[in-house]
Nanobody, 124 residues
Framework: QVHLVETGGGLVQAGGSLRLSCAAS????????MGWFRQAPGKAREFVAA????????YYADSVKGRFTISRDNAKNTVYLQINSLKPEDMAVYYC?????????????????WGQGTQVTVSS
């Protein structure tokens, strides 16, 4: 079992920045590829970014490329999502997820473990 806890969400003005963190416990963190997803009210959960086991590969949704950066520190069992140039449409609950096999980096159903989410609110 992998336990994931997201932190770092909050209220930010449009154009501002946030760094989300996701701390993992329970299993060897480096055995898991990690993803960030988000869900806005009334919308489906959508892929945001993903990072391979040792951080050698990263992937981003088109809507966040150039503004979001995913990274991980396996020594700290933590994955990060740096969010810059926030837009109102970025407002959502952000979830981190972990998966060992990583058959599909952008498909939520392929991830085995999920955190509880952290709210990002953007004021315009």
């Amino acid at each position: 079992q992998v336990h994931l806890v997201e932190t770092g969400g909050g209220l930010v003005q449009a154009g501002g920045s946030l760094r989300l963190s996701c701390a993992a416990s329970g299993r060897t963190f480096s055995n898991y590829a990690m993803g960030w997803f988000r869900q806005a009210p009334g919308k489906a959960r959508e892929f945001v970014a993903a990072i391979a086991w040792r951080g050698t590969r990263t992937y981003y949704a088109d809507s966040v490329k150039g503004r979001f950066t995913i990274s991980r520190d396996n020594a700290k069992n933590t994955v990060y999502l740096q969010i810059n140039s926030l837009k109102p449409e970025d407002m959502a609950v952000y979830y981190c997820a972990a998966d060992q096999r990583w058959n599909s980096y952008n498909t939520a159903n392929e991830y085995e473990y999920w955190g509880q989410g952290t709210q990002v609110t953007v004021s315009s």
